[in-house]
Nanobody, 127 residues
Framework: QLQLVESGGGLVQPGGSLRLSCAGAGFTLDYYAIGWFRQAPGKDREGVSC????????HYADSVKGRFTISRDNAKNTVYLQMNNLKPEDTAIYYCAAKVAINMQAMCAPGYVMSYWGKGTLVTVSS
């Protein structure tokens, strides 16, 4: 069974950092572009950051540019989202998703259909 498993969420104070991980279970992520998406209560799902299969092409939402960094380690079959200088408005459930794709800006846009989704990990930024 093909699965994506997120981890690393939790409660952090404003200005703090977290690193989320997205691991592939049952399949290799090598050929897939991976996106991180988030959904806050009462809001639509938002594309946070996307990375190509090779890691050479990335895209970030304007709201996280300069604070979040996406990376991948194909040897570990894992994609990471390093989140620094967290703000209360970053509070959401964060999901990773996989798709064979080449345009990371398009993949992060609303309505793009992804092939596989994880179950999400909750990030809460609060003092």
């Amino acid at each position: 069974q093909l699965q994506l498993v997120e981890s690393g969420g939790g409660l952090v104070q404003p200005g703090g950092s977290l690193r989320l991980s997205c691991a592939g279970a049952g399949f290799t992520l090598d050929y897939y572009a991976i996106g991180w998406f988030r959904q806050a209560p009462g809001k639509d799902r938002e594309g946070v950051s996307c990375i190509s299969s090779s890691g050479g092409n990335t895209h970030y939402a304007d709201s996280v540019k300069g604070r979040f960094t996406i990376s991948r380690d194909n040897a570990k079959n894992t994609v990471y989202l390093q989140m620094n200088n967290l703000k209360p408005e970053d509070t959401a459930i964060y999901y990773c998703a996989a798709k064979v794709a080449i345009n990371m800006q398009a993949m992060c846009a609303p309505g793009y259909v992804m092939s596989y989704w994880g179950k999400g990990t909750l990030v809460t930024v609060s003092s």
